[in-house]
């Protein structure tokens, strides 16, 4: 699987050309898939939010309203109760899943029941796109900062398909927290490969190498 990790979307031509170059094609040949399962864990997210997200009316997280060829909506919490003979083939056939913000541990879990996070391996030319949330699952741990949704396991470990964590929305002013000092601490606390990241930037991953892509700051801490 190709990976796009983006803050907040796909802000800038620099991260577009990098969706462009992941899926080998134009965006407008492009079927996706959107899935907005990590909204409805996090405390601050409402039914408002993942309608917006799926309807392409998200203007400063740019995801679904890129103009695609097509795009459906995969409910994660949905597929346990559908089998997978209906909707492994839907995955497998899309060229990108569009994933939300929200709640990483949420998702991370919706990821294992649904059996999602199992199917992933082999889908080795799909691009998955996160949004924050989106993105942080593909860490190793998230850091007890960014628990809202607390899974059975009580942990913030998240799928580790790469090796590094994300503090995304770094400076953003309706997150006043989201500081590099705090980010310092937060990284401190992981002990492990650690990037804060600002709406600007994203990271671009191809068969394990790691390209950051940035019109705005970003620091490896």
């Known amino acids: 699987m190709k990976?796009?990790?983006t803050s907040a979307g796909i802000k800038n031509p620099s991260i577009h050309r990098a969706l462009v170059d992941l899926l080998g094609?134009?965006?407008a040949d492009a079927t996706a898939l959107c899935i907005p399962t990590a909204g409805y864990g996090h405390p601050h997210t409402n039914p408002t939010h993942a309608w917006r997200f799926i309807s392409g009316r998200e203007r400063d997280?740019?995801?679904c309203e890129l103009g695609w060829k097509s795009v459906g909506v995969l409910e994660l919490t949905a597929l346990p109760s559908i089998g997978r003979e209906r909707w492994v083939p839907w995955v497998e056939q899309a060229d990108v899943l569009l994933v939300n913000g929200g709640d990483a541990l949420?998702?991370?879990h919706?990821?294992?029941?649904?059996?999602?996070?199992?199917?992933?391996?082999?889908l080795r030319d799909t691009v998955w796109v996160g949004l924050s949330a989106g993105s942080m699952v593909m860490t190793p741990r998230i850091g007890r900062e960014f628990m809202g949704w607390t899974p059975p396991s009580g942990s913030d470990d998240t799928l580790g398909v790469v090796d590094f964590s994300i503090f995304p929305h770094l400076n953003?002013?309706?997150l006043p927290s989201n500081t590099?000092?705090?980010a310092e601490r937060w990284a401190a606390a992981l002990g492990s490969p650690a990037y804060a990241v600002d709406d600007e930037t994203a990271f671009k991953v191809t068969d394990g190498t790691v390209e950051v892509i940035s019109?705005?700051?970003?620091h490896r801490l």
């Open 25 to 27: 094609k134009p965006v």
């Open 180 to 182: 590099l000092p705090a």
């Open 110 to 122: 919706w990821m294992q029941e649904s059996g999602l996070a199992e199917l992933l391996p082999t």
């Open 215 to 218: 019109e705005g700051e970003w």
């Open 61 to 63: 997280t740019p995801m």
């Open 106 to 108: 949420y998702l991370h």
């Open 3 to 5: 990976l796009l990790l």
């Open 172 to 174: 953003n002013p309706e």
